[in-house]
């Protein structure tokens, strides 16, 4: 490029390589910005924007040198040809102008706007530079090599290694703030469903399980009308049949097997030759274990045991489904047997109801780290069984206590949670 070359000619070049810089600088950010997930699930779509990004993007070190190879190519070749053209104009005075202007329009159409554009817009520019980087790269291998080559001995000198750079695999809680960052992409219903799934492992059986003492079952010493009785108004198709007390349990009967039978040949005898060995599994389990230890048994009813074989309670294929999408019933009364609402802003509860029933259904935020029960959590904190009309502060929730017995407490009284408690927490 000498002096004698057209001054439109000089001016032209200068454009293009202004474009290739913003190129260069847009497309570096686009690659780099580009959600890896998003672009491995369009690139198993068969983009094929996507595969060249996901191919260039297995090895960061390389496309990066590349780009700046081209950047810092066009760059400098500006430069020069901003001396040429300022000198041509206007002598050496006009070289220093020239600079300080190519700076400006550098720094702004060539690398903040671009880059901008580029990290609101990743995709977009990032599929098309890949289809100019994939073949590029491998024209340019060579140079590119040494040049990386170079950089990562340098790196090496100050202890910098370099890492996986394959996709990465979500914790469980990065995997929870995805689900719900994701707003309108997946309604709430099934947002809640995904969340409850991704908490299963943290819920035990200790939490659904009916504890051992409202357990309904068949106990064989009782005379035949209760037996019948029990199994008339039975609400589950599987109940426990036992001696005396559940825990000396017989097996578990599928009430199905004596839906045939006719009355007169049903008796305890019969009884015990219906019903399935019982299944037992320890106390807090995982939900999400269990889940998959009823599969595999073919199971639907557990036994949950202590580390004494005591039974504690019973749970149920059911109450782990109902931790996922919710309560299978919509009966009212079984809504209200707990929690009564005695004003706009007060609520008469059962102590003796479980705290993550109430959470669920009150939308309240009790600590479920403890006890189960709202009387085991009220009596761990006071370390006592309080007397009526004792007032203390969970969470931010006042809680009176109403009605007691000699050995727990019966009812409570909660009003709504204290708006400094929340601004706390």
């Known amino acids: 490029m000498g002096d004698d070359a057209p001054l439109a000619g000089l001016v032209g070049l200068l454009l293009l390589l202004l474009l290739l810089s913003a190129f260069f600088s847009g497309s570096e950010t686009a690659l780099m910005s580009l959600n890896r997930y998003q672009l491995r699930h369009k690139a198993r779509q068969g983009h094929r924007g996507a595969r060249l990004a996901e191919s260039l993007l297995k090895r960061p070190d390389r496309v990066i040198g590349l780009i700046l190879l081209g950047n810092n190519l066009v760059n400098f070749s500006a430069a020069s040809l901003v001396g040429v053209i300022a000198f041509n104009m206007g002598g050496e005075p006009a070289v220093a102008l020239g600079t300080i202007i190519l700076t400006l329009i550098v720094l702004i159409f060539a690398e903040a706007a671009p880059k901008t554009l ?43 290694r370099g890492g996986d750079t394959e996709l990465q695999s979500l914790t469980r809680e990065e995997l929870r703030t995805v689900v719900f960052e994701a707003g309108a992409r997946i309604s709430s ?10 908490d299963l492992e943290k819920v035990s059986v200790d939490d659904v399980m ?8 068949i106990d064989l010493d009782d005379d035949d009308n209760e037996i019948e009785r029990i199994i008339a108004e039975a609400e589950h198709t599987r109940l426990p049949v036992y001696r005396d007390n559940i825990d000396q349990v017989i097996g578990i009967l599928h009430l199905r097997k004596i839906a045939n039978l006719a009355k007169t040949e049903l008796n305890k005898s019969t009884l015990r030759h219906l019903v399935d060995e019982p299944y037992f599994v320890p106390e807090g389990t995982p939900l999400s274990t269990q889940l998959v230890q009823f599969q595999r048994r073919r199971q639907r009813v557990a036994l949950v045991v202590d580390e004494y074989g005591d039974i504690q309670g019973i749970v149920t294929l059911e109450d782990i489904l109902e931790e996922i999408v919710g309560e299978f019933t919509t009966d009212p009364a079984d809504d209200t047997d707990d929690v009564v609402r005695e004003s706009a ?6 102590a003796t109801a479980n705290i993550r029933d109430l959470n669920r259904s009150q939308d309240w935020d009790l600590p479920t780290d403890g006890p189960k029960t709202l009387n085991g959590l009220i009596v761990e904190l006071l370390e006592t069984i309080p007397d009526p009309d004792t007032c203390l502060e969970v969470c931010g929730y006042p809680i009176e206590i109403v009605e007691t017995d000699d050995n727990r407490i019966r009812t409570v009284r909660i009003g709504p949670r204290e708006v400094e408690a929340l601004v706390e927490n």
């Open 189 to 198: 219903r099934y947002r809640t469903m995904l969340l409850s799934i991704l």
């Open 210 to 217: 009916v504890p051992h003492n409202e357990i309904i079952g």
């Open 345 to 350: 802003s007060t609520f008469l509860v059962d």
């Open 118 to 160: 580029a990290a609101l817009h990743p995709e977009r520019l990032a599929f098309r530079a890949s289809l100019v980087y994939y073949p590029l790269l491998k024209i340019t291998y060579p140079i590119v090599w040494l040049t990386n080559t170079a950089s990562n001995g340098v790196l090496r000198l100050f202890g910098v």
